[in-house]
């Protein structure tokens, strides 16, 4: 039986709204070709970044971007960003394709389009290849209204006031791209960058490590990071640590982000499923040193990363967007909800036109992705109390693996609206689903559903609203009870009022 028992008085706290943040990192056409075209563009756009990109992200109530990288951000100098652009030097993008960096989009326009979108700005400082003094330099010519040689740098470049700095990684992947560097290693420089690095603004500024990432962490090196910070004569607090979790297929060659069979459904379900362990095995090696949870879990690179599409450059990640995809975005936002005393935010990867893009671009034409769809159905849990849920789920299996037939989650606005968020892992199978509303007075329900008519249905530049949330009419409230018919690789969103 496929039962839900919604607990209307049982709060389980806040949903961070952070967990729905974006990823834009130097990396094929996310941020050249796609939100940056250029102030003397034919493409609308605000002082060179799209009007449209810009108005789908304002949509989706985008809270935080994280720039530069990603990979990038362990070889991103930030002084090569800055001042006037035709001055700014040419270098090249060797962990993406050596393609060619011109720099014109830097500092001042990451900072702008954070203010444009609303969403606060995450930076991933350089530790592989920059030094503390370049990091300290960029914080305080960042966030310093006070007379200095880095503040007076910014006002020269046309920005007079500081912008606040919430958000600040100390390196990315330094287990891997970011320097292949040893866990006791970068240990050690996160406690000497942590040290000299400053805010000099208002706005509190969380520090954050450089975490471990994959399916097969087994927290060893987590361990050994945070013992190297805190079991020490001098500890030294970390406010955040990111971890990284690809649902990674990039090597099979017959699992194409649109081309694939039943089989393959199943085996990225359960991949993406597998966060859950991840979350689990990370907690418990943070708990050992923060049991108040006061240290933030940050998933600041996640999504499906399939084949590039045919034609398109190997190391520039492009990559379509299907149902498939808009299913593992709900039921993985639905574990980051399950898990919201430790995971306080998160970031798809990636923004535009990189792995599982929110947006896709070509010249003119822009498409909204379905992944997108699943962040503006789902933007009512931002900041909302999650209740608590019962879920007895019919099992799906393949083999001899079994998952979950599907996953839900549910939450409480200010309004007193209640949010119930549902996806069918199963991609050909309907699902009817028994809703049981306890301690709440429910007088209507309405909803939208988003699915298609294929497991690999998906929007093109010829037919950009193929897959799009419609009105939903499968919910029958009878007194307390709701009957929920979930289609097959459905994503639905029901408002209890």
């Not at 866990?183 to 690095?197: C, G, K, M, V």
């Not at 379509?320 to 980051?336: C, G, K, P, S």
Request: hydrophobic share 35%; with cysteine.
């Amino acid at each position: 039986m496929n039962k839900i028992t919604l607990k209307g008085k049982t709060e389980l706290g806040k949903i961070n709204k952070h967990i729905y943040g974006h990823f834009a990192e130097h990396l094929g056409a996310c941020i050249y070709n796609g939100i940056w075209v250029g102030e003397d563009s034919d493409i609308p756009n605000i002082r060179g970044m799209r009007t449209d990109i810009i108005e789908a992200l304002k949509a989706i109530n985008a809270p935080n971007l994280r720039w530069p990288g990603g990979c990038f951000a362990d070889q991103y100098h930030w002084r090569d960003g800055i001042g006037p652009r035709d001055e700014r030097p040419l270098t090249l993008n060797s962990h993406w394709g050596d393609a060619p960096e011109t720099n014109a989009f830097g500092t001042h326009e990451f900072m702008d389009l954070c203010e444009l979108i609303g969403a606060d700005p995450y930076i991933g400082g350089n530790v592989g290849s920059g030094t503390v003094q370049e990091m300290r330099e960029w914080i305080e010519y960042i966030t310093a209204d006070h007379e200095s040689e880095m503040s007076n740098l910014r006002r020269a470049n046309g920005r007079e006031k500081a912008w606040p700095m919430p958000f600040w990684g100390i390196g990315n992947e330094n287990w891997g791209c970011g320097g292949h560097m040893s866990p006791e290693f970068y240990a050690d420089l996160y406690r000497q960058f942590h040290t000299h690095i400053k805010n000099y603004g208002d706005t509190p500024m969380m520090k954050i490590a450089s975490g471990y990432g994959g399916s097969d962490t087994d927290g060893e090196d987590l361990a050994v990071v945070m013992d190297r910070l805190y079991n020490t004569r001098f500890p030294v607090r970390t406010d955040g640590v990111s971890i990284h979790y690809y649902v990674y297929l990039r090597n099979d060659e017959t699992q194409r982000a649109a081309e694939f069979s039943t089989d393959q459904w199943f085996e990225t379900m359960k991949l993406a499923h597998h966060i859950d362990h991840v979350i689990e095995t990370n907690d418990a090696v943070i708990s050992e040193y923060d049991p108040e949870k006061k240290i933030w879990l940050i998933v600041d690179e996640w999504g499906n990363w399939f084949q590039v599409e045919e034609g398109h450059n190997p190391a520039y990640l492009y990559q379509q967007n299907t149902v498939r995809d808009a299913v593992v975005a709900a039921h993985t936002l639905h574990i980051f909800q399950d898990h919201n005393d430790r995971v306080q935010m998160a970031n798809i990867a990636q923004t535009v036109n990189v792995l599982q893009a929110m947006i896709l671009t070509e010249g003119e034409k822009m498409l909204l992705t379905p992944t997108y769809h699943v962040f503006d159905m789902f933007k009512g849990h931002q900041d909302a109390t999650r209740l608590a849920l019962d879920v007895e789920a019919d099992d799906y299996s393949n083999g001899e693996d079994t998952l979950p037939a599907f996953s839900a989650s549910a939450s409480q606005s200010a309004s007193g609206d209640v949010l119930l968020t549902l996806c069918n892992l199963k991609p050909d199978e309907a699902l009817t689903i028994t809703c049981d509303v306890q301690d709440l007075n429910v007088a209507t329900v309405e909803g939208m559903v988003l699915a298609g008519e294929a497991m690999n249905a998906h929007n093109t530049f010829d037919q950009p609203e193929k897959v799009v949330p419609t009105a939903f009419s499968g919910a029958t409230l009878d007194g307390q009870s709701l009957s929920i018919d979930l289609p097959a690789g459905g994503v639905v969103a029901l408002t209890l009022r």
